[in-house]
């Protein structure tokens, strides 16, 4: 005789307030195959699972129901209870009472009516219920990590400190990411450069990490333990091995005018170049497009100056494909793009700025060497205007998000403003003050207390340009909500804090590599609040603002935490899977191969199945082997998602856990 | 094309010239504008002030009686084509405000033909068709296109290439032979009513317009809204006065100078209608005079002499200046 036990949680008042739990409770002891039913204030809490395990010894119970909240919450949590009661973990099923019952409905008697249909459901499925066995795949002990900004930076070192190999891709010359093109970091304020080029030296002379510059992640096929990466590593046409960094032919090339990407379209590089002095590692790489010999077949002046005779005119894009247990993805945001803003001048107005290209302007190594000067003639702008959430905040032009560094950066450059030009004003327009962070707070008080910050609450309504030349100002026209006017300031310079955005190919790479992406397009994670750096794809972890915006610190420790989940898988031999997969039924299996191409995990294939015919058949002989070929299912690539079994004609496939006997008792338990 | 033509108030009033002007166009490039029988107020300024369903109600009675003759209402005014686009936004977006209104203006109102205003209309009807019957191109005249708030404005409904620059008739000015200047206020408010209520609140609004018209070195400012015309125009005088140097940028509707490129008479433009005069500045630049177009014999007399026939010999006819307006 099966027997069930129904255990009723009320979640605190989340599910109690909403629904009878006692009467739900009591309700299921009537129900068929139930021999003990109870409820309690938080059954995940420790005195919860005892119950659950007392109950299952002391009733003999071979399956149990939960009802509580999503299975998304805390399914695991109480496949382990029954699993150290004794049970197969796979003995369990939860009915929603929480997500989709107390938290939607209001009328305590209806939405208890409704909870006593899911416990129904519930209670019908389980006893179709199935012991399912794991397995054990083994795990391949080596890691990616995907974009080297600060985020994959980190997530390198830690990993490869605890002495796993870990392979660091960027898709530039150069590791290092936005933090690099940042002069200095808030709250402390030091300098960018100088916490960071230390790990960038770090990662390239540790033994155990190999930094693939200049190159992207083109395809990854296999799952978790066992991922096969196919790496494109771009041509450079600069033999890295052979080439000493001595920068000669960077000095020599001839075409010296290109719009430097790191610098912000403010200065200028040769097409022959690594983006920055400290740049790691430190070896150049040819820009095709604007080079001289391949755009006139006459130059090579590179190739001439090379003492190592590094340059390669013939190099060619190659395919590496390498095996990792494990992926960090890294790779990081972009800004919004402020031509978006027609009343901020469509990008058309010289000094009105980005704050990253502010960055380069205050950089000791950026164009101007640290001196602040407006781009369109050069000179020292006096007043300069800050305007806080350009593109964030903003529904009708933007993003609904808060990209949440920009209160504090905008803060500190209000600050390196008002230390580095004397005579100057820095006035910032705002909607709100963002600070929370440890010593954030402190920190923009500093800037008004001790720097003489202006913060104007209300948005810009528009920016106008006047005057010629050196009378060249800009006109900034917005509401002073705390006054209720409108103000006009002249500007010298406008910069906008724009808001952080996921990379352009973002949603692509995301399909490309199998994990999914929220509606702005960044990355999501497994859970928001329990499982913040795992994604809902096994064995692919997430670090930095490709999850969404976030500044230095916050990236740093998630990036720590990402790579503490990727030693702790790469720390296992073989490592158990989910038994929830799909299973074909040999005997009923037509082998039309509908689900081949259904799968999105490519997970099922044709084999051949040999069996003997008996008795007469209309084919051919009797007690004759006859071939054919039929589905089949790798089990470390199913991921379980069931798409197979509901277009499989002949109802031959079935998803363990959720078989069609299980699916249509849950169903005719309601009638 | 044919058009119900939807004057509105104004137009018989304030914006006379507005009317004649456009009445003289259309026809000259292919479009017929019939006016609609019967039409009424759309409520503009005051209704949506008191009631929302009667503002839309109102401009929604003028629609359907369009709709009834199977034609596109064509309004010329800025404020008269925001009520009507919004109602039938209102009319397309809500099942239960149709009923409202289709009770309330007693006859069905499906929005099945769009309202369009008369700026639409003309680009609508080819900037190529405008060039081939351009006669006297308006070189040399710098101007200021000014779209005011309703024109562009909400972009929920109202359907302008760019709300923040746009170029409608920035592209007809271009067309007609005239310069464009870039300017920064072209969608600026200037004050509706509140110029004439609040001068204190609409004066300000006017001058900053005023000036930055001035300071993109423009000759005149050109729009397609009798209230921002109204307000452009006829405060020059005091915010001159106020600021201590005069004003002097004569303010057109835009079919005005296109009815000078066609050739129009500028008698049949109402150009004497406005307080700072238009006149100085076009005779200045020689664009007063009408060109003597010669009547080509031995052609059927319905085959139109082509433009760039009669404008190759624009031979500056002496007499002619007794004929413009002195
Ligand atoms: C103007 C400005 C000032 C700021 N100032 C501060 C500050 O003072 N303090 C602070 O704490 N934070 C600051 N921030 C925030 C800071 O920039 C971010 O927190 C930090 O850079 C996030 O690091 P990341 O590694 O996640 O992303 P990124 O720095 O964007 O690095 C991502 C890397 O991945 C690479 N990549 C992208 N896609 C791929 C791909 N498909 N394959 C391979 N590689 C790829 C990129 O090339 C890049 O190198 C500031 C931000 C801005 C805009």
Redesign the interface.
């Known amino acids: 005789m099966k027997k069930v036990g129904v255990f009723v949680c009320h979640c605190g008042t989340n599910i109690s307030q909403t629904v009878h739990c006692e009467k739900l409770a009591e309700a299921a002891k009537t129900l068929p195959g139930v021999a003990f039913s109870t409820e309690y204030k938080y059954m995940c809490s420790d005195p919860g699972q005892t119950m659950i395990k007392e109950a299952i010894a002391e009733h003999g119970l071979d399956r149990v129901v939960v009802a509580a909240c999503s299975p998304r919450m805390h399914e695991t949590t109480f496949r382990k209870c029954i699993d150290s009661g004794g049970l197969n973990p796979y003995m369990l099923e939860i009915a929603n009472i929480r997500e989709q019952c107390s938290w939607v409905h209001s009328d305590k008697d209806k939405a208890t009516a409704k909870a006593g249909d899911l416990v129904n459901m519930a209670v019908a499925k389980v006893l179709k219920n199935e012991q399912l066995p794991s397995s054990f795949i083994p795990v391949h002990k080596r890691a990616l990590v995907i974009g080297g900004g600060i985020a994959g930076i980190q997530a390198a070192l830690d990993i490869a400190d605890t002495g796993y190999h870990v392979d660091l891709v960027e898709r530039e010359p150069s590791i290092g990411g936005k933090m690099a093109q940042i002069d200095k970091t808030f709250p402390t304020m030091d300098c960018s450069a100088c916490i960071l080029t230390p790990k960038m030296v770090d990662a390239s002379q540790h033994p155990n990490i190999t930094i693939i510059p200049y190159s992207e992640v083109e395809k990854v096929d296999g799952y978790v333990g066992n991922f096969d990466v196919t790496i494109r590593r771009k041509a450079s046409y600069v033999d890295s091995v052979k080439c000493t960094g001595c920068g000669l032919c960077s000095e020599k090339c001839p075409s010296k005018k290109i719009p430097s990407e790191f610098e912000c379209n403010l200065g200028t590089r040769p097409a022959i170049y690594s983006p920055f002095p400290q740049a790691i590692p430190n070896k150049p790489v040819i820009d095709r497009e604007n080079c001289r010999y391949f755009k006139t077949g006459k130059c090579k002046i590179c190739a001439r100056v090379c003492t190592a005779d590094a340059v390669n005119f013939e190099d060619q894009d190659e395919m590496v494909q390498i095996r990792y247990g494990a992926i960090v993805v890294a790779t990081g945001y972009t800004l919004y793009d402020h031509s978006q803003y027609g009343e901020y001048g469509y990008g058309h107005y010289k000094d009105v700025i980005s704050g990253l290209e502010f960055e380069r302007l205050v950089n000791a190594s950026g164009p101007t060497m640290g001196k602040i000067k407006r781009p369109s003639d050069n000179t020292e702008p006096k007043n300069v205007v800050f305007i806080k959430c350009v593109g964030s905040r903003d529904k009708a032009r933007g993003h609904d998000y808060c990209s949440r560094a920009c209160c504090m950066y905008t803060a500190k450059h209000a600050t390196m403003v008002r230390d580095k030009i004397k005579d100057s004003q820095a006035i910032i327009f705002y909607m709100d003050i963002r600070t929370p962070g440890k010593n954030y707070e402190e920190f923009y008080l500093r800037g008004v207390e001790e720097y003489g910050v202006t913060y104007v609450r209300g948005r810009v309504s528009r920016i106008y340009e006047e005057g010629e030349g050196e009378n060249r100002k800009l006109i900034v026209q917005g509401e002073d909500t705390l006054l209720g006017k409108q103000v006009f300031v002249d500007a010298d310079m406008v910069v906008l804090a724009t808001a952080m955005e996921p990379q352009p190919d973002a949603a692509g790479f995301a399909r490309k590599i199998g994990i999914s992406y929220d509606q702005n397009n960044f990355f999501s994670e497994a859970h928001p609040k329990l499982r913040p750096v795992e994604t809902l794809s096994a064995g692919i972890y997430l670090a930095g603002a490709c999850q969404g915006p976030k500044d230095i610190p916050d990236t740093v420790a998630q990036a720590g935490a990402a790579a503490a989940k990727v030693v702790a898988l790469l720390s296992k031999d073989e490592m158990e899977t989910e038994p929830i997969v799909a299973k074909v039924d040999t005997d009923r299996c037509s082998g039309c191969g509908f689900c081949i191409p259904i799968c999105p995990y490519k997970a099922i294939s044709f084999t051949d199945l040999t069996e003997r015919v008996h008795g007469s058949v209309a084919w051919g002989p009797t007690g004759k082997e006859v071939k054919r070929q039929v589905a089949n299912v790798n089990n470390g690539l199913c991921q379980g998602c069931g798409a197979c079994t509901v277009n499989c004609r002949a109802g031959a496939l079935d998803l363990l856990g959720f078989t069609n006997e299980q699916i249509l008792a849950e169903v005719d338990s309601l009638w | 094309m044919k058009y119900a033509y939807y004057p509105g108030c104004s137009l018989s009033g304030t914006g006379l010239e507005y009317n004649i002007s456009t009445q003289a166009v259309a026809p000259l490039l292919g479009i017929e504008l019939c006016e609609l029988p019967d039409w009424s107020c759309c409520g503009a300024s005051s209704a949506h002030l008191q009631d929302h369903t009667l503002a839309l109600a109102l401009p929604a009675r003028n629609a359907a009686l369009g709709e009834e003759q199977g034609l596109s209402l064509a309004i010329p005014c800025a404020a008269c084509l925001s009520r009507s686009k919004a109602a039938e936004h209102a009319v397309k977006t809500s099942e239960d405000m149709r009923a409202q209104i289709e009770s309330l203006i007693d006859r069905p109102y499906q929005a099945t033909y769009p309202v369009k205003s008369i700026l639409e209309i003309f680009i609508d009807a080819g900037l190529d068709t405008l060039k081939e019957n351009i006669i006297k191109p308006l070189t040399g005249l710098k101007v200021a296109s000014y779209y005011g708030c309703l024109q562009a404005r909400p972009t929920d409904f109202m359907d302008v290439d760019?709300?923040?620059?746009p170029q409608t008739i920035d592209t007809i000015v271009a067309a007609l032979g005239a310069e464009p200047v870039s300017w920064?206020?072209k969608t600026?408010c200037c004050g509706n009513s509140h110029p004439i209520a609040y001068p204190e609140v609409g004066g300000p609004l006017v001058n900053r317009i005023l000036e930055?018209a001035e300071?993109s070195g423009a000759d005149c400012i050109v729009c397609a809204c009798p209230m921002c015309l109204g307000n452009l125009d006829m405060r020059q005088k005091a915010l001159g006065k106020k600021r201590g140097r005069p004003f002097n940028l004569p303010v057109f509707y835009f079919t005005q100078l296109m009815g000078l490129a066609l050739n129009l008479r500028p008698k049949k433009l109402g150009l004497k209608k406005h307080f700072i005069s238009p006149i100085p500045l076009l005779s200045k630049k020689d664009l007063l005079k009408r060109i003597k177009i010669k009547k080509v014999k031995n052609k059927p007399a319905d085959t139109p002499v082509p433009a760039s026939e009669s404008t190759e010999t624009p031979t500056p006819n002496p007499d002619n200046k007794k004929g413009g307006p002195a």
């Open positions: 760019d709300p923040e620059n920064s206020h600026e930055q300071k």
